[in-house]
DNA sequence: TATTAGCACTCATATTCCTTGAGTGCTAAC
DNA sequence: GTTAGCACTCAAGGAATATGAGTGCTAATA
C-alpha cells in the first residue's frame, strides 16, 4: 500500500464523507470550497488525478465528479473513518425495545401473522391480543447459579425473568411457598399495600432476604398480570409491495413502506375493521389518498371477553380476495384454537 | 344496487379476475376470446360500456381497456369472487412455522437485532445463539385447567407446553417430583432408553397416568434441551435498501430483497465475517455480484463456548461505516450482557 | 516548483417531438 | 341482438436535441 501525502489523506476523506452523504460524485469545486482547505479546485483536480490512478478513486463517466473504490473505502475503514458517538436519545431509545414484555402467547400470534403473508405473498398486520383480568397460577424460583435466580410467573403463559440474588436452595423453596400462599389465584386489581405489607412480614419472619429483592420480584409478578400499556402491533413482509406493479414508481413505493413503519397509522387502520367476521375495505372506503389503490381485509379473533385482537392483510386494490379471505379465514381460526390452548380454564 | 343481467355478471366477473392476475386493463377482445362466451368482442364492448356507465367498471384513458373501480371491486368481492381452497403444501407448510421453537433468549437476540437497525437505519441481520450442552436445570407441571397441564422446562430460559391431561392436583405435584429427581441436572445425551424405563416403571407404581401423556412430556423435555437443527437468522429492516438512491432502479430493489428473503443466502452471508472483532467486507470483497455495491459488516457475540452467534449489517457500499461500527460495537456488547445473566451458572 | 485562472471538451440527464399500436366508439350490415 | 369494419385516441417508447456539471490541459502567477 503506497503512502498517501496527508493532504490526499484529507481529500479522500473529504470526498469519501462526502459521498457517503450525498450519493452523488463529488466534484473538485465542492471539496475546495470546504471549510479551511484553502486550495483551488484545479489543485484538487490534480490531487484527484493522482488518487485516482492510485486506484483509490473511480470516476463514473468523463464529466462527472469521483467516487471512491472499492479500495478507497477500504483505506477509509481502515485509516480515516472518524470515531462515531450514539446519542443519547437513542440509547434511551434502546432501552425501551428491550423492557417491552413479550409472552410466549405472542411470539405465537407474531407466528400466525407470518403465516398468512406466507399464503398470501401481501403485507399483513396482527396486534397482539388485549388481555384482561388474569391471575396468577403459579410462582416459582428456581436457584441457577451461586447469585442468579430465575422468577417464574405462571398465568395463561410462562414467564421469566432472571435476578440477582444471592438465596440458598431452602430459602428459594420456602419464598416460593410463601408467594404462592399469598398471590395465587389473585389478578392485578386485587393486590393492595396491606397483602404486600403482610407478605413481607411473613417473609421476614422466616427468612432473611434483601428488601430490593422482594421488590424487584413483586414488580415482575404484577407487570406479569397487569395490562400491557397498549397492545404490541407487527408488521410482516412489508416489502411484498414492491412485487405488485402498481408500486413499479419507487416514489410510491417509498411512500407506502414509511407509512407502514408508522404503528399510529397501522393502529389506526386495523381498528376500522367490522366487529365481526372477515370485511374488506376496498380502495376509497379506507378514507385515505394514501391508501386509495389498497385494500385491507380485516378479521377479529378472540376467546369470548378475555382476550381479542385483529389480523389484517393489506395490498393492491387489485389482491386475490378469494385466497386472502381464505387464508384469514383459517389462520385466525387456528389462533383461536391456540388462544383456548393457552387461556381457557374450567 | 341495479340488477345485473347473468351475462354482464359473467362479463364483470371475467375482468376482474383477469386484472387482478395481470394488473393490465382488460379489453374487449381478450374477453372476447374468453373459453366458452362466444360472443364478439363489439358485443363485449357493448357491455363493457353498460357496466362502465353503471360504475362498475372505469377506462383510464381512450384508447385502454377497462380496469374495476371501488364499486365493481366491491360487487365481486360480495356476489361474484370463486371460493378458494388452500392448497395442502402451504398448510404442512404452516405446521412448520408454529413447530418451531422460540425461547425467551432469542426473543431477546431477536429484538437486539430490531434495536441495530432502529440505531441505524440499514437491514440488519442476526442469528440466534447455537446452544450446547444446555441442562435441565427444573421441571414443573402445574394444571391450568379441568383437562389441561402446562409443562415448565427450566434450562437458561424458561420454556413452556401446554397439553390435554386429566390429572388431580396432587398428581402433578407427585409427577413433578418424579420428574426432576430423575431429570434435573441432565444433558441431552444422557437421557438414555434405561432412564426412560426407569422412570416410566416409578411413575406407574405412584400415580395412573396414561403413557401418551408421559411420552409427550418426556419429548417437550428432550425438545428442550436439544439443540435445534439449525440457528435461526433473522432478517430486520429489509426495506431500508428503498430509502438509498442506489436502488433507486425498482428492479434493483427487487432483486435484492428477493435475495435478503432466501435465508440460506443469508446464513451464507453471515458465515463470512471474520471470527473475532467487527470486520467489514467492502463491495467486491463479498465475491458476489449482488452485493459488488454492497458492503456488510459483521461482529460476533459470544458466552464462551456455550453460545455464540453472529450480528451483521448489510447496506450500501456508500454506508456510514462510523455509525454502524459504533453500533454493532455496542448492541453486541450489550448481547454478551444478555447471555451472561441467562446462561452463566457457578 | 506548486498553485491557479481560463477554456475547450465530454457525456449523463432532461426535454421535445414523433411513431407505434392497442383498444375504443360508432355505423351499417346481417 | 350481434358483428364486421373503420376512423379515432392516447399512452408508451424511441430518436434527436439542449443543458450543464465537471473534467483535463495550458499558460500565467507566486
Redesign the interface.
Known amino acids: 500500500m503506497m503512502d498517501l501525502s496527508e493532504r490526499k489523506k484529507k481529500i479522500l476523506q473529504l470526498i469519501v464523507d462526502e459521498?457517503?452523504r450525498t450519493?452523488d460524485p463529488v466534484g473538485s469545486r465542492a471539496i475546495s470550497k470546504k471549510e479551511n482547505l484553502g486550495l483551488s479546485s484545479a489543485t484538487i483536480r490534480n490531487e484527484m488525478a493522482d488518487l485516482e490512478e492510485m486506484g483509490y478513486l473511480i470516476q463514473p463517466h468523463t464529466s462527472a465528479g469521483r467516487i471512491?473504490s472499492?479500495e478507497g473505502?477500504?483505506f477509509?475503514?481502515n485509516s480515516l473513518?472518524?470515531?462515531?458517538?450514539?446519542g443519547l436519545e437513542?440509547i434511551a431509545?434502546?432501552q425501551q425495545?428491550?423492557a417491552?414484555r413479550?409472552t410466549?402467547l405472542d411470539?405465537?400470534i407474531r407466528?400466525?401473522g407470518?403465516?398468512v403473508s406466507?399464503?398470501t405473498d401481501y403485507t399483513t398486520l396482527i396486534t397482539t391480543p388485549a388481555r384482561k383480568h388474569e391471575t396468577i397460577?403459579?410462582i416459582?424460583l428456581?436457584k441457577?447459579?451461586?447469585d442468579?435466580i430465575?422468577l417464574?410467573v405462571?398465568t395463561?403463559?410462562?414467564?421469566?425473568h432472571?435476578m440477582t440474588a444471592k438465596i440458598d436452595d431452602s430459602s428459594c423453596v420456602r419464598l416460593a411457598e410463601i408467594l404462592n400462599k399469598n398471590l395465587a389465584g389473585l389478578k392485578a386489581d386485587e393486590i393492595d399495600f396491606s397483602l404486600i405489607r403482610n407478605l413481607q412480614e411473613q417473609i421476614n419472619e422466616q427468612i432473611s432476604l434483601p428488601a430490593k429483592v422482594l421488590i424487584n420480584i413483586l414488580n415482575f409478578v404484577y407487570e406479569a398480570i397487569s395490562e400491557p400499556a397498549d397492545a404490541e402491533i407487527y408488521l410482516d413482509n412489508?416489502?411484498a409491495i414492491?412485487?405488485?406493479?402498481?408500486?413499479?414508481?419507487?416514489d410510491k413505493?417509498?411512500e407506502m413502506?414509511s407509512f407502514l413503519e408508522d404503528k399510529e397509522n397501522l393502529k389506526k387502520l386495523v381498528e376500522s375493521g367490522d366487529e365481526s367476521g372477515i370485511s374488506?375495505k376496498?380502495?376509497?372506503?379506507n378514507n385515505l389518498e394514501i391508501l386509495k389503490d389498497c385494500?385491507i381485509v380485516t378479521v377479529n379473533y378472540s376467546l369470548d371477553d378475555r382476550a381479542s385482537g385483529k389480523l389484517a392483510v393489506i395490498g393492491?386494490?387489485?389482491?386475490?380476495?378469494?385466497?386472502v379471505?381464505?387464508?384469514l379465514d383459517?389462520?385466525s381460526s387456528?389462533i383461536d384454537k391456540i388462544l383456548k390452548?393457552?387461556m381457557?380454564?374450567?
Do not use: W
Request: charged share 25%.
Open positions: 459521498y457517503i450519493a471512491p472499492d473505502y477500504r477509509y475503514v473513518m472518524q470515531y462515531y458517538q450514539i437513542a431509545q434502546l425495545i428491550f417491552t413479550v410466549q411470539s405465537m407466528r400466525a407470518a403465516m406466507a399464503l397460577r403459579k416459582d428456581v441457577i447459579g451461586y442468579k430465575m417464574l405462571v395463561h403463559t410462562a414467564q421469566s432472571i412489508a416489502n414492491l412485487k405488485y406493479p402498481e408500486y413499479a414508481d419507487i413505493a417509498r413502506v374488506a376496498i380502495g376509497k372506503e385494500s393492491p386494490k387489485r389482491m386475490n380476495y378469494a385466497k379471505f381464505a387464508s383459517r389462520i387456528e390452548e393457552y381457557s380454564y374450567e
